[in-house]
């Protein structure tokens, strides 16, 4: 099975830490945009008849910012195009302050059956400071809205002056609501983002600060009945992203829009990044794409260990070798030496153990030098 990725560029206002690829200032080119967006997956789907796809992601940006009219479009091609199964998980992303009750039923009657709602954090002050749209009381009606639906919501943890009890509140503002998922991402303050000069002011928490929030709330969300299947990522029984675990099982995906990137065949390319470059591209019959790779070797070994190490299953040795005809223990060895305490290694997997998921990062980069 692989994913389809849909990027929709388009958000009424910047938040400070936000790098991705949106533009508030353009919205007034939702027409053509959308247009070439369609005439995309058309293409898309016929450079892949022979593969099935099972989950669909609408991101941005904050695709809910746009008229439901769109959205409707763009899940329409997709149905008509590609091989989709019948009972795929469809995502969309939505921002509190951008969605109406009409708007929601338009994405249920095209076959929207996940909501990823960008909450950030529940408390109003520090809302206005990551120049979000939204206020807590509009995370609530938009909760409402969403009852009985399947509903994740996004928490950043490490802003200015944050602490343990007002994380532990947000979260608990989502679950009361009624989410049966939660993301949990530390913020990562990227050069040329205005809040960078906060992290460069030392106005944001330490690493140390972060870390020692994201345990609490790792026990915190565990008693509440969400159990950590990535780093980042908190579930329900049954709730856990299907979009996402193909990312982390290094399976394949299409993503269309603008700097959409897609994972297939083992090569992974990249659209531009600029609306005008990308919808000239597309009018003319270019190719929108700015970059395209072939993934293989220790390059490709690296990327699955990375990604398979992310979650709290590992990777099994057998399926390793199989995608890579070398055995992992034996090539590896030294690195399993040098961070063989952080691992786990039972019943023919490896894993990194709980208590040192946080920093995956410092563990997997052993692996690189092979």
Request: proline content about 2%.
């Amino acid at each position: 099975m692989a994913g389809i990725y849909i990027h929709v560029p388009f958000c009424k206002q910047k938040c400070t830490y936000c790098d991705f690829a949106s533009y508030p200032k353009e919205i007034g080119k939702t027409e053509s945009y959308f247009a070439c967006l369609y005439r995309e997956i058309e293409g898309r789907a016929k450079q892949l008849k022979d593969k099935t796809f099972d989950t669909v992601y609408i991101g941005g940006g904050t695709p809910s910012v746009v008229d439901s009219k769109f959205i409707v479009g763009a899940i329409r091609q997709v149905k008509k195009h590609f091989n989709l199964k019948e009972r795929a998980e469809i995502t969309i992303e939505i921002n509190p302050g951008t969605i109406t009750e009409q708007k929601v039923k338009d994405y249920l009657a095209v076959g929207i059956n996940r909501f990823s709602v960008g909450l950030q954090t529940g408390y109003d002050d520090q809302l206005k400071k990551l120049n979000r749209v939204h206020t807590a009381k509009d995370f609530l009606t938009t909760l409402s809205i969403l009852k009985g639906q399947n509903v994740s919501a996004d928490i950043l943890i490490g802003l200015e002056d944050q602490t343990k009890e007002q994380v532990k509140k947000t979260a608990t503002l989502a679950i009361k609501g009624g989410v049966s998922h939660l993301s949990m991402y530390a913020l990562t303050p990227e050069v040329g983002t205005p809040i960078y000069s906060d992290y460069l002011n030392g106005k944001l928490l330490s690493d140390d600060e972060v870390a020692d929030i994201y345990a609490d709330m790792v026990e915190f969300l565990k008693e509440q009945g969400f159990h950590r299947y990535e780093i980042s990522n908190f579930a329900k029984d049954g709730y856990q992203s299907r979009h996402n675990l193909n990312y982390w099982e290094r399976g394949e995906y299409i993503g269309v829009g603008v700097s959409a990137s897609s994972f297939i065949n083992g090569e992974r390319f990249t659209n531009t990044f600029k609306i005008d470059e990308y919808v000239n591209a597309v009018i003319y019959n270019k190719n929108p794409e700015i970059s395209r790779d072939k993934i293989e070797g220790d390059d490709a070994e690296f990327e699955y260990i990375m990604l398979a190490l992310r979650t709290e299953k590992g990777f099994d040795l057998k399926d390793f070798e199989k995608k890579f005809k070398v055995n992992f223990v034996e090539k590896y060895q030294t690195a399993l030496q040098r961070k063989g305490k952080y691992l786990d290694q039972d019943g023919g997997r490896i894993k990194i153990k709980p208590e040192y998921m946080y920093v995956q990062n410092q563990i997997v980069m052993e692996f690189i030098k092979g």
